[in-house]
């Protein structure tokens, strides 16, 4: 019964809603007049640098957010009498037994929830250049849709991390049904808050002058960057089971861009305020991604002992 009502919502969350959004949009662009289609017609030429850039800052941010989430499993663990962690560069393992330690595998999604609000409330300052507003954007992306299926996970699997945190609460099925709804209804929030300040990173106003228009502004520079991004992020992962390597970034990346994508028609109002991307700034941030790589297989994989 539990199973059968999460699987509904999130079929709903997930599938239903963003494909009404979507229809509701193409509705919209069959009804706008013919001045407003033209207008959305002509658009400037597809930016691919900052395309590739989004993509490499995707990568940065899923990564260090995943970090972020392992690093707070660890760290009240090694504050714990009795328990020895260590810290891998895609999991985190434990020696030792003591009561609190099924409590804290609900932390590192606390923390990745925190890390996510703290940059949106940045993000809502005018200041900084486009390439670090982009990265706010994707590390806010990142914690929130990290953390909130697992909710919905955890009232399933006990086995998982929330699970092992809700079982340690006592929450009955009531208690883990109300928590999996609040937070497969949250996505679509979480996910299109996000929209406005993406779509002011045009560096045109053509760029997002019309519901069309702000659909392929949002395509190239969120949904297929993050989908490259996510396929960036499998060298971080392995060696591991494939459900972890590639299955869990695939969700961080669906769940939420499906809403991102579907609703950039209807934001009106924004102005374009993006600037330029540096020539010499694919460089840098490949290279970035480069040497967060190496510290995840060099230094990470084979544990850093927190006792």
Known sequence: MLGSAIAALAGGVLLVGPVLLALAGVLRLRGAASASAARDAVAPPWNRRLSLNSALLYTLAFNLTFFVQE??????KALTPGLRPTLFH???A???????????QGSGAV??????SLCAWRLRRPRGGTGSRLFLIWMAYCGWLMALPQVAIGALSDGSDLGMAMRYLQWGPAARLCAAALALAAIPFAALSLLRPLLALADAPERIAGPAARTRFVFQCATLPALLGTALTVPFRMPREWIEVALLPAWVAL??????????WRV???RAGGAAMRPGST???ALAAAGLLLVFQLLLRPGIAFY
């Open 71 to 76: 690093l707070f499993l660890v760290l009240p």
């Open 90 to 92: 895609n999991n985190h």
């Open 94 to 104: 434990w020696q030792g037994e003591h009561p609190l330690a099924a409590l804290f």
């Open 111 to 116: 923390a990745t929830v925190v890390v996510a």
């Open 255 to 264: 769940f939420g861009l499906v809403w991102i994508q579907a609703g950039a």
């Open 268 to 270: 009106q109002g924004v």
């Open 283 to 285: 460089l840098g941030l």
